[in-house]
């Protein structure tokens, strides 16, 4: 058996079940550095595909796992991205071509065994929307507002994303689509997003390899989202990693750039000037005691006398005063000889 790598404060859900599919299966949930001391803390979430590649190389595809857990756990200690919520959802193996696929077809129409998809990606993504994530709202402290909730994968699982990115956009606006199989269905995701009579409140990171067979139909993806709207470096980011092939290993290198694009830190907030009321009393204080300065007297053997007590005010606000009494002359005194001792 492989070793387990999980990394951080990670929850796991065993056999997690859905009457729209009519399946179980795990669902891994990292918890960001912060999550149990920080119990007011809301967080944004990021719902990722093929979960058992995710996090622990015991479960991951031919044993190579993507570190998202140790990239997060890194990236959010050194405060490069926002702490974020991070829900790895496994496959079911045989399923997954008909959960990912938007449409019927066949993944190789050459081979003697085809493999045919029904194309559940509606059903999936009712899943997604309907049990899933109440169940994740409601037993964590979330942001769930769209605004703050991501989705990512990759091949089947990238086109799956995109796909549900354009279909249920008033729940997923952040999108993690990693070397989609664009060709599925003679392009079918090219033509959605060309169809749309409007940009949507997407931001979305596209990436592919140059060693991936078909690399090339990605940028015909990137080229419609550009059609539609979408601008290169803002809110479409799209690479095309030298040499990198389809593979788990291929992906993990860009989980980091993908999380610093998708979940950036918050800007600093401004300053605030609770502390305004305070100095201007201070200011006038200062200047009753440079005034206070001038009323000392010097005796013959140079000896500063500080004055009588006296009593001062300064504003507060309208109609409202505060009084400063001097509590202690003798220290003030003793101060004052010091000055003059030195000079």
Known sequence: ?????LTGNIHCHRQFP??????????????????RRFLRRH????????GQNL????????????GVDETAQRLIRRKLIEPTIIVAIANTGPDRIHEYAPTRGVIDSKAKRKKRSRGLARKYGKFLIQELKPFIDSKYRTKPEAEFTGLGGSS??????????????NVFSRLAVMSPSVWWDNEVIVRGVLALEKKLPLRIWLDTGTAEPGWERTRNLCAALVERGWNLHDDLEYHEIEGADHSE????ARVD??????????????ATH???LASAVSRQCNAIANQRDALLRVQDEQKLIPPKPFTATACRKPGKRVRFRRRNPSLFGKQMNARVATR
């Not at 179980?24 to 912060?34: F, H």
């Not at 967080?43 to 093929?50: A, G, I, W």
């Not at 290993?249 to 993990?252: C, D, F, G």
């Open 1 to 5: 058996m492989r070793r387990h790598t």
């Open 257 to 270: 750039p993908m999380l610093r694009f998708l979940y950036p830190p918050p800007a600093p907030k401004p």
């Open 249 to 252: 290993a291929a992906w993990s």
């Open 55 to 66: 996090f622990d190389a015991a479960t991951a595809f031919a044993g190579v796992e993507w």
């Open 18 to 35: 859905s009457r729209t599919l009519g399946n179980r299966r795990d669902i891994l949930v990292y918890l960001p550095p912060g999550y």
């Open 274 to 276: 609770r502390f305004e």
């Open 156 to 169: 089947l699982g990238g086109l799956l994303v995109m796909t549900l990115g354009l279909w249920f956009s």
């Open 43 to 50: 967080y944004p979430v990021l719902y990722l595909q093929d």
